[in-house]
């Protein structure tokens, strides 16, 4: 166990609309018994894009005692949920609102928001 940066789930906020999961490329995050939950903390990677999407307040960073990141854990986690057909709530681009399905999109943060933008509008985010 390591001191890092994870992401806390308020339970009493948390309304399990499930927009979290999609963000969290990792796949630490799923709805059991209608509410958000870091399934295993080596998933986490803390960088928080989930954090931005949740409309409840719920998500957060806090430091504490955890399991390490493992990459392989990713890696083998994708390939169960592959194995599975899990669905997906699609993202959308923040300026433009293009679907992932329609272009790619990139996480950006800004002043601890989380955001998806596109790469179509992410030259005018960038030179403004």
Same mark, same amino acid.
Request: hydrophobic residues 35%; contains cysteine; glycine residues 8%.
């Given at each position: 166990?390591?001191? +890092?940066?994870?992401?806390?789930?308020?339970?009493?906020? /948390?309304?399990? /609309? %499930?927009?979290?999961?999609?963000?969290?490329?990792?796949?630490?995050?799923?709805?059991?018994?209608?509410? $958000? +939950?870091?399934?295993?903390?080596?998933?986490?990677?803390? $960088?928080?894009?989930?954090? %931005?999407?949740?409309?409840? %307040?719920?998500?957060?960073?806090?430091? +504490?005692?955890?399991?390490?990141?493992?990459?392989?854990?990713?890696?083998?986690?994708?390939?169960?949920?592959?194995?599975?057909?899990?669905?997906?709530?699609?993202?959308?681009?923040?300026?433009?609102?293009?679907?992932?399905?329609?272009?790619?999109?990139?996480?950006?943060?800004?002043?601890?928001?989380?955001?998806?933008? /596109?790469? +179509? /509008?992410?030259?005018?985010?960038?030179?403004?």
């Amino acid at each position: 166990m390591t001191s +890092r940066t994870m992401v806390k789930i308020d339970e009493e906020l /948390c309304n399990g /609309c %499930g927009l979290c999961i999609s963000p969290c490329a990792e796949g630490a995050l799923e709805i059991v018994d209608g509410k $958000a +939950r870091v399934i295993k903390d080596e998933l986490c990677d803390g $960088a928080g894009f989930c954090i %931005g999407v949740c409309p409840s %307040g719920a998500l957060s960073l806090e430091n +504490r005692e955890a399991e390490a990141f493992s990459e392989q854990a990713v890696i083998i986690k994708r390939e169960k949920d592959a194995e599975k057909g899990l669905k997906y709530i699609p993202q959308h681009c923040f300026s433009c609102n293009s679907s992932e399905e329609e272009k790619y999109l990139l996480p950006v943060k800004h002043k601890g928001e989380a955001l998806w933008c /596109c790469t +179509r /509008c992410l030259p005018q985010l960038i030179h403004g």
